[in-house]
Each structure stands twice: as C-alpha cells, then as structure tokens.
C-alpha cells in the first residue's frame, strides 16, 4: 500500500514513516512537473531503507 502511495502521492510517505521535514521537503519537489519523477524515487528509496531499518529493529529485539 505504501509503495502505491510512493508513486502518486510521494511526500505522503514521509508523513507515514515519521520524517514530516522530509515530507515537506519532497512536496515542495513535487509541486513542479519535472521534480514529480525525482520525489518518486526518492519516496521508494526512503520506503525500502525504512523497511530494512525495521527489519534489523526486529533481528536485535530492539522493538
């Protein structure tokens, strides 16, 4: 679900993965035509290193 919403609404995931200032910052980005296709990308790859973050979280128990 996240990785659709990285696609169409990519500063929304900032908001659901706790970095609000990053969110802003890829909304900021996205409000132009040609920046749409970077805050994508940029959306995905800080979906992926939140999921990997919470993935070794889980190994070491620290959740």
Excluded at 29 to 44: E, N
Aim: with cysteine; charged share 15%.
């Amino acid at each position: 679900m996240r990785l659709l919403l990285a696609i169409f609404l990519p500063f929304m995931v900032f908001f659901t993965i706790g970095r609000p200032i990053a969110g802003i910052v890829c909304l900021i980005l996205q409000l132009t035509l040609i920046g749409w296709l970077p805050a994508a990308l940029w959306a995905v790859y800080a979906l992926s290193q939140y999921k990997t973050d919470r993935k070794i979280e889980d190994a070491l128990g620290k959740r």
